[in-house]
């Protein structure tokens, strides 16, 4: 239900097709309030998706203890990706409502970059670790699956069959969720795109191709976000099928492709937000004048 608010207050149908063009005999003001109403619909759907994201992170990281599942960690590091991005739009658009600095020499406007700039190396230290952690336990099982005898394979199947179940039925929820979520996140991230593409032309013959492109690339990035949600899958499907110990390393294969998909993104956004945060500061206020003698 947060998803579908989200998606539906981010103006996804109102920014792409059904703002007014400046051509459309509508007045300055008009326009100007009809974006100022739309603004605002796009700011409260940032709200709901980060209210939904916490939710969403807080879900996978428990679960994650709770079955000790190192994949759904390292799949809760995505989503505090895309809730570092999410929380950064809100700030940005707090700071754009805000009256130039003052007090602070830093500025508003910096501080959503200062925030994905720590975001991002808090994400990489903990998906470090899920890394680190998921190469130890497939070292361990493998050596168990190799060493064990045919009857402690059993017995050990026979204890976690339990929490296999509650393993598999946590990756179906959490992939139902984490696909809900990746659409409602791109609804609210990229409408400035499609926005500029609509203001500039909704009808023109090239704004259809300009449009679709920039759907094959949403596309392509939630394919290749949600091949872990694959990897995951068959890890589960396996565990129900072989051993006890099967699983645990297929957890942690999957956990490893997950590490991997999120190094491009943590790239991309430290080469984005480091430029800016090496910048000079920019001047403070003006010194008051001196007092009249």
């Not at 603004?39 to 079955?67: D, N, P, S, Y």
């Not at 759904?72 to 809100?90: D, E, K, N, P, Y």
């Not at 940005?92 to 500025?107: I, L, M, N, T, W």
């Not at 090496?278 to 001196?290: D, F, N, S, V």
């Amino acid at each position: 239900a947060f998803f579908r608010v989200g998606e539906r207050n981010a103006g996804w149908g109102k920014l792409v097709g059904m703002i007014p063009r400046p051509d459309s005999g509508m007045s300055w003001q008009q326009l100007c309030k009809q974006a100022a109403s739309l603004r605002q619909e796009h700011f409260f759907g940032l709200i709901l998706l980060t209210a939904a994201q916490i939710l969403l992170m807080t879900g996978q990281l428990v679960t994650a203890t709770f079955i000790s599942s190192i994949a759904l960690r390292a799949t809760g590091c995505h989503t505090m990706v895309s809730l570092l991005l999410t929380s950064s739009r809100i700030f940005a658009e707090f700071a754009r409502r805000k009256q130039p600095d003052d007090v602070f020499s830093y500025g508003y406007s910096r501080f959503p970059i200062l925030l994905e700039f720590t975001g991002v190396i808090i994400v990489f230290v903990l998906a470090l670790s899920a890394g680190v952690e998921a190469v130890l336990h497939l070292n361990s099982h493998s050596s168990v699956l190799i060493d064990a005898s045919f009857g402690d394979l059993v017995h050990s199947h026979k204890l976690e069959h339990t929490k296999t179940r509650a393993f598999a039925i946590a990756a179906t929820g959490f992939s139902l969720a984490q696909f809900a979520a990746a659409f409602a996140i791109k609804a609210a991230l990229k409408t400035d795109k499609f926005r500029a593409h609509s203001w500039h032309g909704a009808h023109h013959p090239s704004a259809a191709p300009r449009r679709n492109i920039l759907h094959f690339r949403v596309l392509t990035h939630d394919l290749a976000l949600h091949v872990t949600e694959v990897a995951w899958g068959v890890s589960v499907a396996c565990a129900l099928v072989s051993g006890a110990t099967g699983w645990w390393a297929l957890d942690s294969v999957a956990a490893l492709t997950s590490v991997w998909l999120l190094v491009p993104i943590l790239t991309d956004v430290t080469e984005k937000t480091t430029p800016l945060i090496l910048q000079a500061a920019p001047p403070g206020p003006p010194a008051p004048p001196p007092p009249p003698p």
